[in-house]
């Protein structure tokens, strides 16, 4: 955890994001605090220079539209063919539009992996999972649909829950940190998302890639949790310290 | 109030939005810490099929467009169709493209509460109070104007400001709960328009609705304060938690 | 400084933002709390209307787009014709799609003063400077390029980095408040233009303005980060409560 938190702080990658626009601040500043630097766009003509200077993408269907089609293969295509990581957050995969908008985005373009709940990781194994919208609501063993998942899309897998599941279909990782004040907070995924982005700019281990950025996350959120356990809104705040100290660790002490 | 939030809390309803882009975080956030999930959307493909899971929609015209014009129409009409509750958010709805913006949604869809300031409500009694753009500087009286809105529109009206008015035409209430540094906050008034669609999302009683989301706003918006009134940032993060302890009281006792 | 920031408090000025998505939310608070009122648009229809109420117009191309031009040329040319002034923040103009795009927006409006970090004014100046993405990496002595950015474009530059300097090409002051965690943050050199954009709305003084607003983050930036010197969540906060602070001073006293 603590090599790749250096790579990361001493590589300053750039994560370049197809952003859901509900939560864009919270990610940005997720992957800024590690030490990377985010930058979002919203226009097809520049995804090839952009995609060019960044070190990973992010893909975010959270606030997908037919408008926004396009960027989504640009920059997708521009990453698969410049050879930059590209990190997939399926958002609500679920409900029908979406789910095409995503079956046909995946004819065009390679993911490398792919970060949901349970039911939008289950979606990809051809499974139902119990939850609606953005919430999943978690059941037992869930880690048979996420390996399932991996061997059909090919990419590697973080399947967040109260038990995180990272693999790529062959290997098997589970993170168990949690917080009850993660999961209730809106965009907690997309930040991990996010974050992950900046992981495998500095690695092409994408199984500990998606490992590490679990854990770091799920270690940030149980301290800010431990800071007041029945307060989401400075949660956000003490989250956004943990996680810079973890990142600037050896800097600091 | 308590029976409302326990509602909430239990039956967990989807709110779906159709938002205001600058305070999309702070929406869900409010939403999500009642104990009820957000859901945005920006695609009117996805209209139909949302408002079906949906329990309650909310139109914020916060940052309309010709663009959006369909969406605002599609989730409408999706939500009059499937009897789902309609809350509209009416934005500086004085300045001319936007109260003809409204002037033709009101014409394609029904609502059924309209959440604004005194300004904004004023604009629907045919009345012109004080106020430019999302600042409505209060004065006395504008219980009439409410009054006359809801009858106009058929709409329960929530009037926000010094005191809150909450009428149907026929019923009026009041909340004198009140908190400087609510006033204060970009995005307080959205946030009470997504709080109302948890509300209405679980009684038909939308006065009651209406009247309990600007209690609970105005309760947490006093406590906040009171831990620092003079720091509008840190009440950001403190009415949250205000907001989210109050749902979760019996739980947390 | 306190004339400046009395003059906003007394009159409130409405300051128009053509915004960066990511920010929105961050930089109308910023905004809010100096006691003007921020207002956001998205609709080029709107655009003149909004134009004549507000006192001055913050242009940030963070999130531009081909979608978005015929708002930021809207608005921009609205302005001018209102004599309103407009601020321009020009998010990683070094890249060529963005570069093209702001050397087009600027043969179509003027703009009073630009808002960057050395990469950016750098790029106005006709000089390369290291950094990519939004975060320019300092480097000594960029002064010269700022004056030459204000020679070459006619506008006041507001050069932030650990000297902010601000410049109309003739006379120059720099500014050597500064905080970590004020680099550190996403979205702080956005508020900072949507900050000169309430201070130039209340004098045609540009150069005091810039140099009051550059100031006055400096110092809140300054007192937050002292807080808190490796919280950077936390700081947010803190950084509304001290520019609030400061905005309210006569008041509070």
């Known amino acids: 955890m603590t090599t790749l938190l250096t790579n990361i702080r001493e590589q300053q990658p750039l994560v ?7 939560t864009m601040q919270r990610v940005a500043d997720a992957i800024n605090v590690l030490g990377a630097s985010p930058l979002m766009t919203d226009e097809v003509a520049e995804a090839e220079e952009l995609v060019a200077i960044a070190d990973a ?3 975010n269907t959270g606030t997908l539209s037919e408008a926004r089609w396009p960027l989504f293969v640009a920059v997708g295509q521009a990453a698969n063919r410049q050879h930059k990581p590209v990190v997939l957050d399926p958002v609500a995969v679920g409900m029908p539009y979406r789910a095409q908008f995503v079956t046909r985005l ?3 373009i390679t993911v490398d992996v792919i970060r949901g709940n349970a039911a939008e990781i289950g979606w ?8 609606q919208g953005i919430d999943a609501h978690e059941t037992d063993a869930h880690v048979a649909n996420a390996v399932n998942a991996a061997q059909q899309t090919g990419a590697t897998i973080v399947q967040t829950g109260v038990i995180d599941v990272i693999t790529d279909g062959q290997s098997t990782r589970q993170v168990t940190t949690n917080s009850l004040l993660l999961a209730v907070n ?5 930040m991990l998302s996010g974050m992950v982005g900046a992981f495998v700019a500095v690695t092409d281990d994408y199984l500990l890639a ?8 799920g270690q940030a959120g149980e301290q ?3 800071q007041g356990p029945n307060q989401p809104g400075t949660f956000v705040a003490t989250l956004f310290d943990a ?3 973890m990142a600037q660790a050896e800097v600091i002490a």
Chains 1, 2, 3 share one sequence.
């Open 210 to 217: 998606g490992e590490t950025a679990a854990q770091v996350l």
């Open 124 to 131: 990809f194994a051809g499974v139902t999972v119990a939850g």
């Open 57 to 59: 993408v992010v893909l």
């Open 106 to 108: 995946l004819e065009m």
């Open 16 to 22: 370049l994001n197809v952003a859901n626009l509900v």
């Open 243 to 245: 996680l810079y100290q």
């Open 224 to 226: 800010a949790t431990a």
């Open 186 to 190: 809106v965009g907690a995924g997309d």
